[in-house]
């Protein structure tokens, strides 16, 4: 069968041609600009891709330091957090929805990771177990308000990451868990091993698993399949015969799951444990989203483009640090991004007119 | 089938001149009521389909027709009434049991999902997985097949608009995604078909073509519920025709017994049946 296939295809160079005749007839391709919108529409994670080609290249030219071995291997380590986050985020914005507290979920579970290991004598493996099962119930909350309390997911989650921040604090009394007193296999995640010359960590080897088997879940199963569709119309996918309510809450307790899987990560980078580390990454995680192509109406968007979305984020932070720009530059340059990508957004989908 | 020839001299003008005295509707409704808050959508509505029969249900706008449809079908928990289904009593919570019965229906919004492809939205929520463990355990769902029997399905109905299961819906016309939506109903319906204006964005052609299907299903043993504004198309195609005014069943007529004219006097209430 599936050499059979290869055989008949045509030859994969650019989109296959005959598939696009009925589209054609009602797109707009009269002129480039036109062209060039269709293209994006249907390839949603090739303006990320070009963005962050072209800043790799020009960061490249500004300062020599930024292919130095080492600072390769920070910026995949800046990236694995973010990027894991990013993965429970594309899920819940594929569905229309949006997760404020995926910084404080993870937080939450990396406190009791580490702190039921070095304060409380867990073993280590139970110690990450018991993570995931806050990870999971806190995404759980999460989409059992969503759905049966029917709040919109931006106002659950804003609250919810209020919530889950107090219970880190209440928890760890504030104070943090320093790497020395963690167990090994806890901080695995921020060893490195060379790959080529660049420092690569565990915790990287992990984001990307992730997103190997979730693209995988999201392109090859009908649950991936009706998490679109609940996204691109909720009331169409109810009548076609989707469980809208189950497919959500299924959605935050995964995102739960992979954001435990963060937290051990944040601990390997971090070689530490602290309520504090998640403040910024709520808002990372989002703009890579966001930067990856993923429509916040739902329903559009893949996971790849959101690692290349967190990339972005993380090669821009670091370009502009190596060039010697101040913090408060990046953070510019990363609301650029977001406006742009935004924009950008609005104007492909102008293609469905 | 070939009672459709024996034309019954019957008394009784509900009953389809096709079918026996005394058999049982496929699917059938008594008392129906639904309201959305002060709004009576439903107001004790009964409702008979035959084995044989396509039955067109008309009625003007905010008559209630969508909403008799979706409480028939599983979209709407009727607030009172029973459902039957050959015989049996039937509770649709969700579309998704009036399916598991054979009940395949056009929503009036057409239900589809604008960012996946013609055969994706096909087999939405009934996905083909491969065989085996890959299927069984890994649940990946089997695209080569379902694509494959989707373009079979559409040629077995003689759409000839769809002709590339791979487009997204939304690059389709109106027309084309409302094919969509009837080759959905009319490839998984095995009991009943309802359609809620399936031709209201057609062309004439496109238009012929489903009332073909229409007919077609019908004559291979598949009654179907058709609503619509149309009232050539609905003299053209109905056995009986199920007059719905203010929430209320007006009527039951059929084209043999009334006319166009007579149809829509009982339809706006200036003459009852
Ligand atoms: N979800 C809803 N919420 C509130 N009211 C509703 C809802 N659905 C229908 N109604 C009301 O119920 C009544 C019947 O509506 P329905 O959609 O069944 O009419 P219809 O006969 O299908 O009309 P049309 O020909 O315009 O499609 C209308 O008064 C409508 O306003
Ligand atoms: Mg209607």
């Known amino acids: 069968m599936t050499t059979d296939t290869a055989q008949t295809n045509p030859p994969p160079a650019g989109p296959p041609p005959a598939q696009h005749d009925l589209a054609s007839e009602f797109l707009d391709r009269s002129t480039p600009i036109s062209r060039l919108r269709n293209l994006l529409h249907r390839y949603p994670a090739l303006s990320p891709a070009i963005v962050l080609v072209v800043a790799i290249v020009i960061f490249g030219i500004i300062s020599p330091r930024f292919f130095f071995v080492n600072n390769l291997s920070l910026i995949t380590q800046q990236v694995a957090v973010v990027g894991t986050l990013a993965i429970a985020q594309t899920l819940v914005i594929l569905t229309a929805g949006i997760d404020l507290s995926v910084g404080a ?71 943090s868990v320093v790497g020395t007193d963690i167990p090994g296999l806890i901080t695995w995640t921020g060893t490195t091993f060379p790959v080529v010359g660049v420092g690569i960590t565990y915790g990287v080897v992990l984001m990307l698993v992730l997103y190997i088997v979730m693209a995988f879940v999201m392109g090859r199963t009908a649950w991936g399949r009706h998490v679109y569709a609940v996204g ?18 299924s959605v935050y307790v995964v995102a739960g799951a992979i954001l435990a899987v963060g937290a051990w990560i944040q601990i390997g980078r971090a070689d530490a444990a602290s309520p504090n580390a998640g403040t910024d990454l709520n808002l990372d995680s989002i703009t890579a989203v966001v930067i990856g192509g993923t429509s916040l109406f739902g329903g559009r968007g893949t996971l790849w483009g959101s690692l290349l979305g967190a990339l972005i984020v ?40 | 089938m070939d009672q459709k020839g024996t034309k019954l001299t019957t008394t009784d003008s509900s009953r389809p001149a096709s079918t026996l005295p005394y058999t049982q509707p496929v699917l059938k409704a008594t008392g129906l009521v639904k309201t959305y808050g002060k709004v009576v959508g439903l107001d004790g509505v009964d409702i008979e389909l ?6 067109a249900v008309i009625g003007d706008n905010g008559a209630g027709k969508s909403t008799l449809i979706k409480c028939l079908t599983g979209a ?26 054979g009940v395949e229906t056009v929503y009036q919004g057409l239900a589809v999902s604008p960012a996946l492809d013609i055969a994706s939205n096909l087999y939405l929520g009934r996905e083909l997985r491969k065989p085996g463990i890959l299927g069984s355990v890994f649940r990946v769902l089997d695209s080569k097949l379902m694509r494959k029997n989707a373009k079979a399905e559409l040629d077995r109905l003689g759409i000839s608009t769809l002709q590339d299961v791979t487009v997204a819906i939304e690059n389709l016309s109106g027309g084309q995604r409302q094919a969509v939506a009837v080759a959905r109903a009319a ?13 209201a964005a057609l062309g004439v052609r496109e238009t012929n073509q489903v009332l073909d299907l229409i007919r077609r299903l019908r004559d291979e043993g598949i009654p179907v519920i058709l609503v619509s504004h149309n009232m050539p198309n609905v003299f053209d195609v109905a056995d009986r025709i199920h007059i719905q005014r203010l929430g209320k069943r007006a009527a039951t007529i059929t084209p043999k017994s009334h006319n166009m004219t007579e149809a829509v006097a009982i339809m706006t209430g200036a003459a009852s049946a």
Do not use: C
Not at chain 1, 336 to 347: K, M, N, T
Not at chain 2, 94 to 100: G, T, V
């Open chain 2, 76 to 101: 709407e928990v009727p607030d009172g009434g029973e459902i039957w289904l050959n015989g049996r009593q039937m509770s649709f919570k969700r579309p998704q049991d009036a399916k598991q019965f």
């Open chain 1, 314 to 353: 993380g090669v821009f932070r670091n370009g502009l640090a190596l060039a010697g720009l101040d913090v408060l530059y990046q953070t510019l340059a990363v609301g650029i991004l977001v406006i742009v990508a935004v924009s950008l957004d609005q104007w492909i989908r102008k293609v469905r007119n």
């Open chain 1, 105 to 175: 979920i993870m937080v939450l579970a990396s406190m009791v990771m580490a702190q039921t290991a070095a304060r409380n004598g867990v073993p280590a493996p139970l110690a990450l177990l018991l993570g995931l099962i806050v990870g999971l119930a806190a995404g759980g909350l999460n989409g059992v308000l969503v759905t049966r309390l029917k709040l919109p997911p931006f106002i659950v989650t804003l609250g919810t990451l209020n919530i889950f921040l107090a219970i880190t604090l209440l928890h760890s009394n504030s104070a």
């Open chain 2, 187 to 199: 490839a998984f319906g095995s009991k009943v078909v309802v359609l809620d204006e399936p031709t």
């Open chain 1, 232 to 249: 691109d119309d909720k009331e169409a996918a109810r009548l076609t015969g989707i469980r809208v309510n189950r497919v959500l809450l």
């Open chain 2, 50 to 55: 035959y084995q044989g029969e396509v039955l």
